[in-house]
């Protein structure tokens, strides 16, 4: 067990009788204990409704929920706390922009950019834009091993481009894509770029100012905080002309019997009663990173994709899929004439947790001509010792499949 690890209190469990090695973070990661006595202070100590009241407890409530957006603010470089707003999540953040910025600009004749790897929640969105403005719904072209070309790319973004949206990390691929050299490339030609961090900022440093995006959506529940609590940022410039997509509660400003005004960023976005507490947590959790560093998250997490791919090479008729070297801790994979299925339900008996489907990206599966794969993904709780773990379960799983199929 690693140095991390013992901050995480759920990896001390047994599962079927085997100490748990969990490779599902990708989907969800585990939380330290800092996070989840956060999560338990606010609600023993000081629980209560955030900007509303002037009493102690709402004083402490609302410090808190907004020294977190602080900390964000920070983790990621963002010019403001106006460009930090609350969301769900990733999902809700990017149908934010997509209802909010896109569909009230966009017409015939524009073009909306994204990669077939993109998770649904950065396609779907963009396919209902295309749908309900008329614009045109187009895809970079991925290398064999799922990379762009950056050439190609650039050619691929022009006049008409008013909108590319893209993962900086494919959740499936591990890839990591030139968000910064495509944001220029769609700068130039007057159009915005929308980043999906949901596997990036838990894993590597997120500059936004340096990247140069115009907006950013990823999840707390990814990168060791809370589940329904996320951020959408933005520059400041956007969000101030987009509309609100949720009506009532705190992002109201002055309200008569048939007009309403709206608040200042970022609170016009988050109307109704916030997750306070999601929000606390949040906070906690990049504490939590920023104390180990997100420079040493990363290279921990290359590394070990590395040396997974390295060892899983080991096993005789198992297909690994995307780039062989940079790619962040994500390994996707399936065996020969095994259903990834039943690749995920052995390792499980053997207390190995990995997730297997087609992982959100159905255009991505049949772009790899499979109908579903395995996925291992890592975190900085994961070890050398996990990986070889998942070797072992691995060649489990092609005796028992192998003796089967006899």
């Known amino acids: 067990m690693n140095r991390y690890a013992k901050d995480f209190p759920i990896l001390g ?40 009241g002037v009493h102690t407890l709402g004083s402490r409530a609302t410090d808190a929920y907004e020294g977190a957006r602080e900390k964000v603010r920070r983790l990621i470089n963002a010019e403001s706390t106006q460009e930090i707003v609350y969301t769900r999540g990733t999902t809700t953040a990017l149908n934010i922009v997509a209802s909010s910025y896109a569909c009230p600009r966009l017409g015939e004749g524009d073009e909306i950019l994204i990669s077939p790897s ?32 950056l050439e190609k790319a650039k050619q691929a973004i022009n006049e008409r481009t008013r909108l590319v949206a893209i993962a900086q990390v494919s959740n499936v691929l591990g890839t990591i894509f030139p968000v910064k050299e495509l944001a220029k490339a769609v700068h130039d030609r007057g159009g915005v770029i929308v980043v999906d961090g949901a596997q990036s900022v838990p894993h590597m440093k997120v500059d936004v100012r340096e990247l140069d995006c115009d907006f950013l959506a990823f999840s707390g529940h990814k990168m060791a905080g809370p589940t329904g609590i996320g951020v959408l940022y933005g520059k400041k410039e956007l969000l101030e002309a987009m509309e609100p997509v ?40 990049v504490d939590y990173l920023e104390q180990v560093g997100m420079d040493t998250v990363a290279e921990h997490d290359r590394k070990l994709a590395a040396y997974a791919v390295k060892r899983m090479e080991e096993v005789e008729g198992l297909n690994i899929y995307g780039p062989r070297e940079d790619r962040m801790g994500i390994v996707t994979f399936n065996i020969e004439g095994v259903h990834p299925h039943d690749v995920a339900t052995v390792l499980d008996a053997e207390g190995i947790a990995v997730r297997a489907g087609h992982h ?39 005796e028992y499949f192998g003796n089967v199929l006899r």
């Open 13 to 52: 469990q047994q599962v079927n009788g085997n100490p748990l090695v969990y490779l599902d973070s990708s989907a969800t990661s585990q939380k330290p204990f800092q996070v989840i006595e956060a999560v338990e202070t606010y609600y023993k100590q000081y629980n209560s409704n955030v900007h509303r």
């Open 118 to 149: 993109e998770h649904h929640s950065n396609l779907i969105p963009w396919q209902q834009v295309a749908k309900k403005t008329g614009a045109a719904l187009k895809y970079f072209t991925l290398e064999p091993d799922g990379t762009l070309d």
């Open 246 to 285: 949720e009506f009532g509660g705190e992002m109201i400003d002055h309200v008569d019997l048939y007009e309403s005004t709206w608040k200042e960023l970022p609170w016009k976005f988050e109307g109704g009663t916030p997750l306070i507490a999601g929000a606390v947590g949040l906070g906690a959790a």
């Open 360 to 398: 959100c990206c159905q255009p991505l599966m049949r772009w790899m001509e499979v109908a579903a794969t395995a996925r291992a993904s890592f975190y900085l709780y994961n070890d050398e010792a996990d990986i070889d773990r998942l070797v072992q379960g691995l060649q489990k799983t092609k």
